[in-house]
């Protein structure tokens, strides 16, 4: 028997698709390294820019940013840029730099991001380009020290910023997700009502539950099981275990 969702689909109800990037369209394989990639990246620099510091005193300060990142993007539903780890960073080791020099190292750290990129997961571009065909898309991304301009980069590279045009940023809208206002910026964007859409996603505290706030369908993508969810937990009208089960259900509503 169809779901709710399933009839949508099946009964062209359906116009619109928004993504989640990281963990739904990408995965990031990288992160480790390019953590400590970035804190090597701050300690050589700030030791050419005539401000000594020792490494395991930024690797510190690179930690403790961490925790504020994730404590504002839950608690605070908003998200730190590559700026805000530098200004934290030299408050934290007592240090100063001109603002153009805060500035060029805080692009030299979000630029890391391109020496070890995200990978795409399997099917993911083929899907997304079927899915062009049928649906309005729209990408609705949380970010932070790999800001918008990162994940065009990376879209443009995988040949899918043309399908993708319209996307919404939390680093350029002032909030992140589960707040409805990203969503809502999405939908703005597609011109669509919140039943027309379906938010595809990972995570069930920002995805799913806020596209759900605003009366969107949502699909859950476990492809990557990073946060343990369980089936039997979740508010989403689906869950799929990867893009070929997910093309199967958005283009036949199976």
Known sequence: MKNILQKAIAENKIQGITLD???????????ARRFRARVETAFSWLNEHGSPVSFPTIDQAFRQFSILWMETWVNSHRTLASVDCVRFVLKTIDSQLSENQAAQLAKTIEEQVLLLPPVLLDYARESIQSLSARYKLALICDTGLSGPAMIDHFLKTWELLPLIKNRVYSLELGVSKPEAAIFQSALDQLALKPEQVVHIGDSERTDIVGAKVVGMYTVRLDAIDSDNHSIQSTQADKVVGSW???IELLNYGI
């Open 244 to 246: 070929k089960e997910l």
């Open 21 to 31: 990037f990281w963990n739904t369209i990408a995965m990031d394989i990288h992160y």
